[in-house]
């Protein structure tokens, strides 16, 4: 029990309470009563200090003695601003995957993809956790910058350094985890196994990992600071700014490396080993780096399973990838899987962070929104008054223009030579929406189902949800060329 101590006369006289005004004391207070009956004095009485939680970490707004605002979702952010701040990371996006799926078509001729199969189980893991750690990055970054606390200059770079540390273990890590995936996903599927692939595997998936996550974690945080000194809602445009071009750079490196590996590997296939030895020399200095934030260390101790787990829903559709191509009939599918995958995954982390900042700002740890307290409804998601439901409906209107524009980027960069059939639009684009409009559910159900147990969204909605989308992507893309292939299309 936690009993107030009396004023002295110094805070007395100026009317403040360690600091706080008697307003904002009056606020904490109601905060902590949690909808019950009781005065302020009990309340100050009863009150216990509760555990820190992972939601703390970033956000520890409670602890400050700020106020908790319960508007739960409405906002006076115009519609025309946020399309506008959406619209434009969301094309630039869309034509960063489409050139990774124009890359995906030219590459998938090389020598070492077509000696080393498993690569492409490797592909859509390595790009879908490149995403997630990107994406998750800028969730929490657009969250505490919406929160206020990258005010001060030594905090700020406190919280992005051990950030940044952490993405560099994670990457470095999860590249490991996805060549291994790759290697025995491959090996159950072949009934083979090499021990050169398996080193190729290795450093081509790592190196790809590490220098991406460098370069694209960088470019992060100048656009998180470059949104906040312009008065741009970073939520809007972050997530999908960090997936802009980050395929075709990963994939484009993923090529590279690969091909590089592979010319190196009957000759001086020492390299491939001393490569690997000196990405796991540098884990205990991220270990090192990231712990020194309290955000950024109760993630590297607990911030693992969402990772994890996507990379292995990624490494499913990966597998469906690889089989796929193995078609010479359904090869056309490695054009279209990155678009409709990286159009998903980037409009889906646009809401889940929307909803996950909207949480953080006006709800404590566990508590919903009322709205929410019942039982799923999609339809809720995409028609009320709250901001996010007005952001729902513009997304999910966002993807048949802008899948049809990507077409016809597609058809322009290929030379104008063959133009898309009506089958294959109208199968693209039934695929695309479907994938998006399941997302969208998913986000609104997984981000309130996470805060309602007391996970931070921020960290584990986007891995699953961008992972879930590049499986859905994947099959109903190549669903949609099987079908096409059937009828002869």
């Known amino acids: 029990m936690v009993v107030p101590k009396p004023l002295n006369k110094k805070q007395s006289e100026s009317g403040k309470v360690s600091g706080l005004s ?47 605002r319960k508007d739960a979702g409405r906002s006076a952010e115009p519609l025309c601003s946020m399309v506008l701040q959406i619209l434009v990371p969301f094309l630039l996006a869309g034509l960063g995957t489409v050139s990774a799926g124009m890359l995906l078509n030219v590459i998938q001729s090389w020598d070492v993809f077509l000696e ?3 690569i492409f189980i490797l592909i859509p893991a390595v790009l879908g956790m490149k995403g997630n750690l990107e994406m998750t990055l800028a969730s929490r970054l657009s969250t505490a910058v919406n929160a206020g606390k990258m005010e001060n200059p030594k905090e700020k770079w406190a919280l992005i350094l051990g950030n940044l540390a952490l993405k560099q273990l994670q990457a470095t890590l999860l590249g490991f985890l996805a060549s291994f995936l790759a290697i025995v996903l491959g090996w159950m599927a072949e009934g083979e196994l090499s021990l050169k692939h398996v080193v190729l595997l290795c450093s081509t998936s790592v190196s790809t990992a590490f220098v991406a996550s460098l370069l694209q974690g960088v470019l992060m ?21 960090a997936a802009s071009f980050g395929d075709l750079i990963t994939l484009s490196l993923l090529a590279g490396f690969s091909h590089w590996f592979y010319s190196l590997m009957d000759f001086y296939p020492y390299v491939l080993y001393l490569v690997n030895l000196s990405y796991i020399c540098l884990i205990p200095v991220w270990v090192a780096v990231s712990s020194k934030h ?32 193995s078609n010479q009939n359904l090869s056309g599918v490695v054009l279209y899987a990155p678009v409709i995958n990286g159009v998903g995954g980037n409009l889906v982390s646009i809401q889940s962070s929307r909803i996950s900042t909207n949480l953080h700002l006006n709800f404590s740890p566990g508590e919903l929104p009322e709205e929410r307290r019942g039982c799923f409804n999609p339809c809720r998601i995409f028609f009320g008054p709250g901001a996010n439901h007005q952001s729902a409906r513009v997304l999910l209107l966002l993807v048949l223009p802008g899948q049809l524009l990507f077409l016809f980027t597609v058809y322009l960069m290929k030379g104008g030579l063959t133009a898309p059939s ?67 299309d």
């Open 221 to 241: 945080v100048g656009v998180i600071v470059g949104c906040k000194r312009m008065n741009i809602n970073p939520d809007n445009v972050a997530t999908p700014m």
């Open 22 to 68: 008697f307003m904002h004391l009056s606020d904490s207070i109601k905060q902590f009563n949690f909808g019950k009956n009781l005065s302020p004095t009990d309340a100050v009485i009863q009150f216990e200090p509760r555990e820190c939680s992972e939601t703390d970490a970033l956000l520890s707004s409670r602890a400050q003695g700020t106020t908790t």
């Open 116 to 118: 080393v199969t498993e």
């Open 422 to 488: 009506p089958l294959l639009t109208l199968f693209y684009l039934s695929a695309s929406l479907l994938q998006v409009f399941l997302l969208l559910c998913l986000a609104d159900c997984m981000v309130h189902r996470l805060w309602r147990r007391g996970k931070d969204p921020d960290s584990y909605a986007i891995p699953y949800l961008t992972a879930l989308g590049d499986l859905l992507g994947t099959a109903l893309t190549s669903l949609a060329v099987f079908l096409l292939w059937c009828i002869g």
């Open 294 to 325: 309290p955000a950024s260390l109760l993630l590297l101790r607990s911030g693992w399973e969402p990772i994890v787990t996507a990379m292995v829903i990624s490494s499913l559709g990966g597998l469906i990838l690889d089989k796929t191509v």
